[in-house]
T-cell receptor, first 114, second 115 residues
Framework: AQSVTQPDIHITVSEGASLELRCNYS??????LFWYVQSPGQGLQLLLK??????LVQGIKGFEAEFKRSQSSFNLRKPSVHWSDAAEYFC????????????FGPGTSLSVIP | GAVVSQHPSRVICKSGTSVKIECRSL??????MFWYRQFPKQSLMLMAT?????????EQGVEKDKFLINHASLTLSTLTVTSAHPEDSSFYIC???????????FGSGTRLTVV
């Protein structure tokens, strides 16, 4: 069965500190992988996506993610967090073989301490 | 880039009434549209998949007679919440595969409040 897990429900980091949000997936086919961010009361914004090629993907706002097939992981990282990064982060997976539905993880809420 | 326009962004309706949410693909043809629902502090859960010209496919536990989906053209898909109740209050968001973008384009969402 297709599934996405984000082990950390909530993370708090200090401004300027590094950040890593974990994501693991279970998918029968080669997946598309995504990270989205959602600010309170807002829609989704795509941070980055992985389809193929280089397993280290660069995204917007200084975020990057690394696809590790052997670990079925797609962790999101940022070297220095800004207060404006406080939001809800969703990892998601979709099929590469066809434009199938996207499955979302439960989300990780990020708080940033000044 | 590919854009999906979703309206309305917010709607408040009385219990028992129906509400229609529209998603339009502005510069591409969306043969498929996914409809998601997000309750407060929860993730997005897929409700149904609509395909142009055919009946929608609903996820397990989603009432098809309550959440009517129409996908009559390649640029418009609608979700109608019929006989809305307070428990239907949620954030509804649509998404279409975007071949040009190589991924999925999301609407901006509709926050429905049923009073």
């Amino acid at each position: 069965a297709q599934s996405v897990t984000q082990p950390d429900i909530h993370i708090t980091v200090s401004e300027g500190a590094s950040l890593e949000l974990r994501c693991n997936y279970s998918y029968g086919a080669t997946p598309y992988l995504f990270w989205y961010v959602q600010s309170p009361g807002q829609g989704l914004q795509l941070l980055l996506k992985y389809f193929s090629g280089d397993t280290l993907v660069q995204g917007i706002k200084g975020f990057e993610a690394e696809f590790k097939r052997s670990q079925s992981s797609f962790n999101l990282r940022k070297p220095s967090v800004h207060w404006s990064d406080a939001a809800e982060y969703f990892c998601a997976v979709g099929a590469q073989t066809s434009y199938d539905k996207v499955i979302f993880g439960p989300g990780t809420s990020l708080s940033v301490i000044p | 880039g590919a854009v999906v326009s979703q309206h309305p962004s917010r709607v408040i309706c009385k219990s028992g009434t129906s509400v229609k949410i529209e998603c339009r693909s502005l510069d591409f043809q969306a043969t498929t549209m996914f409809w998601y629902r997000q309750f407060p502090k929860q993730s997005l859960m897929l409700m149904a998949t609509s395909n142009e010209g055919s009946k929608a496919t609903y996820e397990q536990g989603v009432e098809k007679d309550k959440f009517l989906i129409n996908h009559a053209s390649l640029t418009l898909s609608t979700l109608t919440v019929t006989s809305a109740h307070p428990e239907d209050s949620s954030f509804y968001i649509c998404s279409a595969p975007s071949h040009r973008e190589g991924g999925y384009t999301f609407g901006s969402g509709t926050r429905l409040t049923v009073v």
